[in-house]
């Protein structure tokens, strides 16, 4: 919980989060003679399968209160890659007890932007500012551990 001031009084308060994520798809050629599927429709079916996950595993101190998967793919020419790659945008409204929480959100490679609805203010104290700079350091690490593993591959 985030302390939060009152008037005179701190009390402690929960998160109110909404995070944009934009989920890749690349192409894969198809099997045999038959065509792949349209980068959009694997963005769709990559968005479908993270947000399902994301909403179905318990996260201890995180509960969701709304998915926005509305919005249409869209599709951009990835000059790393050298060739088209679409994106499908989500829109998640979340709580969380506390900023630590929030991090392996933002962390994320899908990440693109984060809106905190509530609280207006909190009270951040040197040692909360330690304890998130710590989780982030552990998902930094935890992610550069995954990316060399898929590497190896």
Known sequence: MVKV?????????KIKFRVR???KGEYKPGKF?????????VAQNVREE???????????????EDCDVSSEP???????????????????TINAD???????????EEFRKIEVLEPTQMIITNKDLEKILFKMGEELRSQLLLLARKLKK
């Not at 003679?33 to 429709?41: D, N, R, S, V």
């Not at 994301?54 to 201890?60: G, S, T, W």
């Not at 869209?74 to 945008?89: F, Q, S, T």
């Not at 506390?98 to 994320?108: A, G, K, L, T």
Request: charged share 25%; hydrophobic share 45%; glycine share 8%.
């Open 98 to 108: 506390s900023i630590e929480d929030m991090i392996r959100f933002v962390m994320r």
């Open 50 to 64: 993270q947000v399902s996950l994301l909403r179905n595993i318990p996260i201890q101190g995180i509960s969701f």
């Open 5 to 13: 001031k009152l008037g005179d009084e701190v009390v402690q308060s």
């Open 21 to 23: 994520m934009d989920f």
């Open 74 to 92: 869209y599709v951009v020419y990835d000059d790393v890659l050298g060739e088209k790659v679409a994106y499908a945008p989500a829109f998640l």
């Open 33 to 41: 003679l038959f065509g792949g599927k349209p980068i959009e429709q």
